[in-house]
């Protein structure tokens, strides 16, 4: 579903990727691991086309179409979703106003059936209540004054609510402590199905303890240069990057 | 046709003094109008404003057009003014209606002073003790198919220790001119909240200007929500005039295509121990343009005086324009005075976080815009008057209105 082939982009007019090579198949779940600045973020802020993310070579195809083409919400809208490293504070746009938006949208766009407000209603508080969240956290602001392990569970909630066919996940076990960690992973096991691919993002092996990942990925220097199955997760664990890379690291 | 500002300054005078004398102004009304000048080229408080669609020649005839889309009553009690003249009122017990209006302080442009010299002033007086528990929807209409004006002046009298709500509602149609003086006078132990709402069609004007006297020790809130027209010109001076007053000003503006909105405030403390905090918030898009002027004017004597004034701006394109800025004139230390104003962007980030969850690109611009202002939204305190707000800004932030068309 999703097809990326040597995939040049540049950020802000700085070349970061450099010949990207991932394909991502229905029911796969991938862990894309990577020392810091390595250009894990900007892969994915690609592929959910945020501005100055420009693609400059190669391409990234999901369910054959190339993404390039499309808007960030045509992208949203055909299935795809990421939960944010860093997920934006709104202030004035209520969480539930902003998921009825997006709701509305996605859902209609699929043909899926339109939930009324009383409907709605009730999905929300259901999602929050799987990823521990009060349901008093849908009438504030988009993670306005939310902690950091909040927003993360916010974005996980949102994904629960959008059922997207590929979910990218950027490092959203950073900042989490265990108990937190098991309620994302938890909420990302419920969504693992075979139509669906799901691909996480992470520094650390700690989350794929929960996860447990199909295929494991380095990205260095805008590249993958090695992959693997699970157990390659756990090597990196142990031996750092740097047998890999080829440079001294400290993360 | 476009004439020199200076000519057409002369002209608007010429006029003005022969329709005062056509409605039967006299006397000092009469020679203050003779006295006064109109805006010309270097005129400083006009700066920003081109009164230049008056060449059309609206203050040759009154309004007298037939009002397409009336108000709805927002309230039980309802005083409805067409073009210029007071045609119904329903009105609860302790509120009465006169025309012995007192004279009113701090008016200072020529359109007021003209105003001054022709209006039959609608009263609203609310009686000592008395607390009046529905607000009271002041209808303000006006229609013309061609160019013309009226001239509505409205003052609300709170007697000692009364309590009141009044909606001061404003409809315009076609190419009417509303020339409108509103005045609110407040006695000791008063507390009125005051809406000023003002959704007229692009196609017509206002020149319009608020009175905000606060004779005794009373508390004066008021929302102000606007939209930019062919041209709106909104002075409002309030006189914060006795030890213990409070006033809160709060207001949303917008102008969307080619609309124009002067906003002139001044606020002046001339007694010592009086508050004042206001909150203004605009929004442009497309060509339009918003003036806000800010002028917070403290007495040597007003010692103890807590003033603030914000104003945040958001500018939705290229294009739009909005010109801020506080003026300050304080003549003795011992004060708090803090003022703010910005003026910015939509959020990028922001933007992009809602489209990466499939909102098009123009529904998240409408999404932060309302953002933007909610907290004012939030704030305002009557059901009636929020529920008219939230579609009547939904609507100006979803679509720019072609001049010419559209309702209040
Ligand atoms: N907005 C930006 N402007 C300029 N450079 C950026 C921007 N975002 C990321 N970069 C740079 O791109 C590189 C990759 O960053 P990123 O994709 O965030 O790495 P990772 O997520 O793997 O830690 C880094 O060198 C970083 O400094
Ligand atoms: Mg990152």
Redesign the pocket.
């Known amino acids: 579903m999703l097809e990326i082939r040597d995939l040049h982009a540049t950020?802000?007019d700085?070349p970061?990727l450099k010949g990207l090579n991932l394909t991502v198949n229905p029911g796969e779940v991938h862990a894309i691991m990577?020392?810091?600045?390595?250009?894990?973020?900007?892969?994915?802020?690609v592929l959910a086309g945020r501005d100055?993310?420009e693609i400059t070579g190669g391409e990234a195809l999901f369910e054959g179409k190339s993404l390039a083409d499309m808007e960030p919400e045509e992208r949203a809208q055909a299935g795809l979703f990421l939960a944010f490293?860093y997920p934006v504070e709104i202030p004035g746009v209520s969480n539930m106003e902003f998921l009825k938006a997006a709701l509305e949208s996605v859902r209609g766009a699929q043909g899926k059936e339109e939930w009324d407000s009383v409907t709605l209603l009730r999905q929300a508080r259901a999602a929050c209540k799987q990823v521990n969240l009060d349901a008093s956290f849908l009438k504030r602001g988009v993670n306005e004054g939310f902690s950091g392990g909040e927003k993360k569970r916010n974005e996980i909630m949102q994904m629960l609510l959008m059922e997207p066919k590929l979910a990218l996940l950027?490092?959203t076990d950073s900042g989490l402590d265990i108990d937190a960690l098991q309620v994302v992973a938890k909420g990302v096991n419920s969504l693992r199905s075979p139509e669906r691919g799901i691909v996480l993002?992470t520094?650390y092996q700690r989350l794929l303890d929960y996860i447990v990942p199909d295929f494991v990925h380095v990205?260095s220097n805008?590249q993958i240069i090695k992959s693997g199955g699970k157990e390659l997760a756990l090597e990196l664990e142990q031996k750092g990057y740097g047998w890999l890379t080829g440079e001294e690291e400290s993360a | 046709m476009t004439v020199s500002a200076n000519d057409l300054a002369l002209a608007l005078k010429t006029q003005a003094l022969a329709s005062a004398r056509r409605l039967g102004g006299e006397g000092d009304a009469l020679a203050a109008l003779e006295a006064t000048r109109f805006p010309e080229r270097k005129t400083e408080r006009w700066k920003y404003t081109s009164v230049q669609a008056l060449a059309d020649g609206h203050l040759n005839a009154v309004a007298a057009g037939d009002l397409r889309q009336p108000l709805p009553a927002l309230s039980e009690s309802v005083v409805t003014i067409n073009n210029g003249e007071l045609v119904t009122s329903s009105l609860p017990d302790g509120v009465t209606l006169h025309h012995n209006a007192p004279a009113v302080a701090g008016l200072e442009t020529p359109f007021a002073v003209y105003n001054s010299a022709v209006a039959r002033a609608v009263v609203l007086e609310v009686a000592a003790n008395t607390r009046i528990e529905q607000p009271i929807h002041v209808q303000i209409q006006a229609a013309s198919d061609a160019p013309a004006h009226c001239n509505p002046r409205v003052i609300v009298k709170l007697n000692n220790g009364a309590e009141a709500t009044v909606i001061e509602h404003y409809h315009g149609e076609g190419q009417a001119l509303t020339n409108a003086v509103t005045a609110l006078i407040t006695a000791d132990n008063a507390h009125l909240t005051h809406y000023r709402l003002q959704g007229e069609a692009a196609s017509t004007l206002h020149i319009g200007t608020l009175i905000i006297d606060q004779q005794g020790i009373s508390q004066v809130d008021s929302y102000q929500l606007m939209t930019g027209n062919r041209l709106r010109r909104n002075d409002v001076h309030a006189l914060v005039g006795k030890s213990g007053a409070e006033l809160t000003m709060k207001g949303i503006f917008v102008v969307r295509d080619k609309s124009h909105v002067d906003n002139q405030l001044c606020v002046e403390h001339r007694v010592p121990d009086c508050q004042s905090d206001q909150n203004f918030k605009g929004l442009a898009g497309e060509n339009g343009k918003a003036v806000f002027n800010g002028r917070i004017h403290i007495h040597e004597g007003a010692k103890g005086t807590n003033a603030e004034l914000s104003n945040k701006n958001l500018l939705l394109n290229v294009g739009a324009e909005i010109n801020t800025k506080p003026e300050l004139e304080i003549y003795n230390d011992d004060v708090k005075c803090a003022h703010g104003t910005t003026v910015g962007q939509l959020d990028a980030t922001q933007q992009f976080y809602l489209q990466s969850r499939g909102i098009p690109a123009a529904e998240a611009k409408r999404m932060l815009s309302l953002g933007f202002v909610n907290e004012l939204l939030m704030a305002l305190p009557h059901e009636t008057v929020a529920e008219w707000a939230r579609p009547w800004l939904e609507a100006e932030l979803t679509h720019a209105r072609p001049a010419g068309e559209g309702a209040a």
Do not use: R
């Open positions: 950020v802000a700085k970061i990577g020392p810091n600045g390595s250009g894990k973020s900007t892969l994915a802020n100055n993310y490293q950027d490092e993002v520094h990205l805008g």
